[in-house]
């Protein structure tokens, strides 16, 4: 592994569990202080790979090394009809799966203008895939890629 890559999983993990670890504590002794998503500690841990990557994108390539990362973020090549999946038939068969589970699932939904206030606030709030993004596939995944083969790059990376 070459240093960057290396300085990398130090500097993502660092922040991860660094300040997760230290939510975790302060409310294993403040209930009050608990580490939950009200938290703004909360936010900095789960986007603890996205800094890492962009702060070793920025040390390693420097501003054009940042702004073809961010340019990455949304693909070009794309045609519409994977764009139609992601934004029509992704959610049509999670819905469907909710409901093929859970009979009762359309019944308990909330109202529709609620669900269209919600959308954005989730979209918000939620650290999944943006909190890792831009350092394990943005950093970590091409300097794996520079070396192995891409099966190769993706299983140590999945182990990582």
Do not use: C, K, Q
Request: hydrophobic share 55%; net charge positive; charged share 15%.
């Amino acid at each position: 592994m070459d240093r960057p890559f290396r300085i990398y999983l130090w500097l993502a993990f660092g922040i991860t569990w660094g300040i997760g670890g230290l939510g975790l504590l302060a409310g294993a002794y403040r209930p009050e202080a608990a580490f939950s998503a009200s938290r703004a500690l909360h936010y900095i841990a789960a986007f603890g790979p996205s800094l890492a990557g962009l702060i070793m994108t920025v040390r390693v390539e420097g501003g054009t090394g940042l702004r073809n990362l961010l340019a990455r973020t949304v693909p070009t090549r794309s045609g519409l009809p994977w764009y139609a999946a992601v934004i029509i038939v992704f959610p049509a068969v999670n819905l469907a799966a909710a409901w093929l589970l859970t009979p009762g699932f359309f019944a308990d939904l909330p109202s529709w203008d609620r669900l269209v206030f919600g959308l954005p606030l989730t979209l918000v709030t939620d650290t999944g895939p943006v909190g890792e993004e831009f350092g394990w596939r943005g950093f970590a995944l091409p300097r794996l890629l520079r070396r192995s083969h891409p099966l190769a790059a993706a299983l140590i990376l999945g182990a990582i």
